[in-house]
């Protein structure tokens, strides 16, 4: 598959997962309307994908095929007999909206989208390094090559077209077809970059709403941090490739390890455990702050495995320009590390 067919398929998806965000913000915004435009109680609408054949047989990119309402979910029933449009026995009906499953789907076309627009940014690096006319960089160690930008490119292009142009062999002129391929090769790299900048700025756009919509939600992050109340601990367990063997250990303030659980083998994914808060002895130990590890093997060697704390979320910030969720526990998370939201 080329290059530009890679951005067909790329395009489509970011196409597809841009309506399905479109399509997630409209059902937030209408998740506490009782009526929608035509008079009746809004319903929760979700898009429905289909395959879309590109030019080459190999390349498969996707379409939105169309947007239908969930006739499955029941609709919601308050009870406001003062409301003019309560029924007869005073309950209003409300959208079928369920908040924390569009706000599900709006992190996963986030993520989709956010891998899309890496699939592009590399095919168009891929496409530069391809059409890049380098020149050695005075003196630097290793003969490197300076690489320049789309716009000196194209100049640099432009220079030495019009100096073929000016020495062509008269009896054997330039290939005006290669000539039309090689602009129209530099056009599109330039036209790649633009495309990207702009994709960027929809994905942090769509980053912020997604972020300020959790204000105030609890959600499950990675930590190390473990909090012993009453004689109880809840905390989550994500291993997201899976694990043949999976070890918590648990240490007090001094960094002693009190309490060791071998949780076997783990298939990807996470869950949900609860300490008891007594030691590998069976001694109850007093409440408080406690640290959690978590040690996961796969074949003899060691992958990747988070323990998770929840935690509420306080408000957002913007750090080298990484949109991070401000706990109430005054840490930070990125968008990336929510595992779930309660």
Known sequence: MSLFKVMDVAGSALTAQSK???VVASNLANAESV??????????KQVVFSPAQQSDDYATGVSVDRVVEDTVTPMKRMHQPGNPLADADGYVTMPNVDVVDEMVNMISASRSYQANVEVANTTKTMASKALTLGHTAGTTSGNQLAITKGSDLQNTFMQLLVAQLKNQDPLNPMDNSQMTSQLAQINTVNGIQQLNTTMSSMLTQNATTQASSMIGRSVQVP???????????????SVPNGA?????????????AVRTVDLGQ?????????????????NQ??????SIKLTATQGGKVVTANALG???VAGVTINNGTMQLVLASG???KLSDVASIQ
């Open 35 to 44: 009526t929608g435009p035509d008079g009746t109680a809004y319903r929760a």
């Open 223 to 237: 930590t190390n941090n473990l909090t012993l109340a009453s004689g109880a601990a809840n905390f989550g367990v």
């Open 266 to 282: 783990m298939t990807a994914g996470s869950g949900n455990y609860t300490w008891n808060g007594k030691d590998d002895k069976g």
């Open 331 to 333: 840490g930070t998370a």
């Open 244 to 256: 043949d063997d999976v070890v918590v250990t648990i240490t007090n303030a001094a960094g002693v």
């Open 20 to 22: 399905r965000m479109n």
């Open 285 to 290: 130990l007093a409440d408080g702050a406690y």
């Open 310 to 312: 929840t935690d509420k």
